[in-house]
């Protein structure tokens, strides 16, 4: 969606980045698939079908900062979790494998969705469906200082 909606070449590249990792992965985790006895998934979770239509409403800045937040950030969050839980704790090493080859590779997309982002780690997400207000979309400033 991102290659065909975005029109910021940055964006572009971060998307066909996000391609590859995860057709790498996939390929991985469809090869140790049947030696689990489990079967990956060919669709979307409901969840991601969520995102993704709400995704396929949004068109220019707007869809490049929703696509960079939830696919570059959340995203990159929440595998980091996954992926570190696995790589400690895990029992199988083929999955062990992939979950310390991935890390980096999230390390580095989450990174790169930070800098492009200005996200910083419990910073605030700037809503993409808020109304404008007329200001430049950031949020109240509060002006009272802590006590030292």
């Excluded at 200005?118 to 007329?134: D, E, M």
Aim: proline share 5%.
């Amino acid at each position: 969606m991102a290659l065909q909606r975005s029109t910021n070449a940055a964006v572009k590249q971060f998307a066909q980045a996000e391609i590859n990792e995860q057709q790498d992965v996939r390929n991985n985790l469809s090869r140790i698939a049947p030696k689990l006895g489990v079967t990956v998934p060919t669709t979307p979770n409901a969840r991601n079908q969520a995102i993704s239509a709400r995704m396929s409403q949004l068109r220019g800045e707007n869809f490049d900062k929703a696509f960079l937040q939830e696919a570059g950030i959340n995203a990159h969050l929440e595998n980091a979790s996954v992926y570190q839980r696995e790589a400690a704790f895990g029992q199988n090493q083929d999955l062990i494998a992939v979950a310390n080859k991935g890390l980096p590779i999230i390390s580095n997309h989450f990174n790169t969705a930070s800098s492009l982002t200005n996200y910083r780690v419990a910073g605030l997400i700037q809503h993409i469906n808020t109304p404008s207000t007329g200001t430049s979309g950031t949020a109240p400033q509060n002006n009272n200082t802590a006590p030292q």
